[in-house]
């Protein structure tokens, strides 16, 4: 068909080689209205293949956008996708798992954000999920950082509360489009010094003491490690069962900086936990965000990368050493929307990554 854009083939197995490439990936093949074939989806995985989550965000990318979608069935290999014009409304997605909302978030979120008028989004499935953000840290890391620097009008609220593996949980999600023309580029090199760290520790189903001894924990973890115990907030909390599906515990810890800067650290627990160890891990985790000198942590580090490509101008971010989930968000990025990245090692050991995005509107 003369015209016709030009389906994009991508290797579902380079890098990260998991569900991030996917979501990454129909993300911008929407927003840009480009015809795409993933194919050797997760195929070092096991088992390789689609999962209950994947195939939901597919599904709801496909939905906000009118896409044609084939091959989205549990443990393919190869899904294509077509695009249609995006969409605003209501929507809603489960997972029927306790596959991670948060990662429904990221595949659908950008989209709205470019959509014709304000949307809302149901999201089900897990809300507390391992190898994934937990709600909290969403709330209170990657949105900051989207108000701060992208997009303000975002608002999340957990309505319900999900653990593995029966899930249930439920975000609410209400969206404002973005003005007219292209999201901001982006400068956040100055890390400045840390003036507060909050947190919450919580429990679903267990004793509200666990909860206590995961703050504990975390607490002592961090005062050991030379943070002022003046600037230390961690909430206890034993979630309702009105409010909470299953058992489960965790912590999210989040610190902030006099120049605006927030850094997080997380753990869940699994089938086998000990309290104190759930504190001291997300402690650990925090302390090595904070210690390698950069303005975003190593999880925000990837989940930026999208934003950047599609803003207008040179944006530069000070982080930690490069994950192999932020170089894969790069190298799609690059593929799909032709934005062009720079690494720029220092001595002091952090990196000044650079994008050139290409000032993308509808």
């Known amino acids: 068909m003369p015209g016709a854009a030009v389906n994009v083939l991508i290797d579902g197995s380079v890098l990260e080689g998991g569900g991030q490439l996917v979501r990454n990936a129909v993300t911008l093949a929407a927003l840009l209205q480009k015809p795409i074939t993933i194919q050797n989806i997760r195929?070092?995985?096991?088992?390789?293949?689609?999962?209950?989550q994947h195939a939901t965000g597919l599904k709801l990318v496909a939905d906000i956008c009118n896409g044609?979608?084939?091959?989205?069935?549990?443990?393919?290999?190869?899904?294509?996708?077509?695009?249609?014009?995006?969409?605003?409304?209501?929507?809603?997605?489960?997972a029927r798992t306790a596959g991670a909302t948060t990662l429904l978030l990221q595949i659908a979120y950008p989209c709205l954000v470019f959509g014709p008028a304000p949307s809302s989004l149901v999201l089900r499935g897990g809300t507390h999920a391992a190898h994934a953000p937990p709600a909290d840290y969403t709330a209170h890391v990657f949105l900051p950082f989207v108000r701060a620097h992208l997009h303000r009008g975002v608002q999340l609220a957990v309505r319900r509360h999900g653990f593995f593996p029966r899930g249930g949980g439920e975000l609410c999600v209400d969206t404002e489009p973005t003005p007219a023309g292209p999201l901001p580029a982006v400068t956040l090199t100055a890390r400045g010094a840390l003036v507060a760290v909050h947190g919450k520790a919580y429990v679903a189903g267990h004793p509200e003491a666990q909860a206590q001894t995961i703050r504990d924990g975390a607490h002592a973890r961090l005062v050991a490690a030379g943070v002022d115990p003046a600037i230390i907030s961690i909430a206890a909390i034993r979630e309702e069962a009105t409010n909470a599906v299953g058992k489960g515990a965790g912590i999210v810890l989040w610190a902030e900086t006099d120049e605006g800067c927030r850094l997080g650290g997380s753990s869940v627990g699994a089938r086998r936990w000990d309290p104190a160890s759930l504190g001291e891990a997300a402690a650990d985790e925090l302390l090595r965000n904070i210690e390698h000198g950069?303005?975003?942590?190593?999880?925000?580090?990837?989940?930026?990368?999208?934003?950047?490509?599609?803003?207008?101008?040179?944006?530069?971010?000070?982080?930690?050493?490069?994950?192999?989930?932020?170089?894969?968000?790069?190298?799609?990025a690059e593929q799909l929307a032709g934005a062009t990245f720079s690494v720029q090692e220092e001595a002091d050991g952090t990196v000044l990554l650079s994008c050139e995005g290409i000032g993308f509107s509808v």
């Not at 195929?43 to 209950?52: E, I, M, S």
């Not at 044609?68 to 489960?94: K, M, N, Q, W, Y």
């Open 43 to 52: 195929a070092h995985r096991d088992p390789p293949g689609l999962k209950a």
């Open 68 to 94: 044609e979608l084939t091959g989205c069935e549990l443990g393919s290999s190869t899904v294509h996708f077509r695009p249609g014009p995006i969409r605003s409304g209501s929507f809603l997605a489960d």
């Open 294 to 332: 950069g303005c975003v942590d190593e999880y925000l580090q990837d989940q930026i990368i999208l934003f950047l490509a599609l803003a207008e101008g040179r944006s530069t971010v000070r982080t930690g050493p490069l994950n192999l989930h932020t170089k894969t968000a790069m190298y799609i």
